[in-house]
């Protein structure tokens, strides 16, 4: 007895849970709910965006720097290197 209760009862709630599913998310107003709010969104995002700092950067940010010179110096190895070799 309990059983068909309990399966009858679960047959009740799947049907209201699909009606109330296909009612809310099929509807107009859910649609128009969902387009107002990402819209909204949309300007939220817009609005954030133009209170960032934006970043400061050397217009000529490609140039090569040059560090041949410090490469060519002529420095004394220490003698561990000495030892090595």
């Known amino acids: 007895?309990?059983?068909?209760?309990f399966k009858f009862v679960s047959f009740?709630?799947?049907i209201s849970v699909f009606y109330l599913s296909y009612n809310y998310y099929q509807s107009d107003l859910f649609r128009k709910k969902v387009i107002e709010s990402r819209k909204a969104y949309h300007?939220?995002?817009?609005?954030?965006?133009?209170?960032?700092?934006?970043i400061e950067t050397n217009d000529n940010f490609k140039t090569f720097i040059d560090n041949s010179e410090?490469?060519?110096?002529n420095e004394v190895e220490p003698k561990f290197w000495e030892l090595i070799k």
């Open 70 to 73: 410090y490469f060519k110096k």
């Open 1 to 5: 007895m309990t059983q068909i209760l």
């Open 43 to 54: 300007l939220f995002l817009n609005q954030y965006g133009m209170t960032l700092k934006k």
């Open 12 to 14: 009740i709630f799947l």
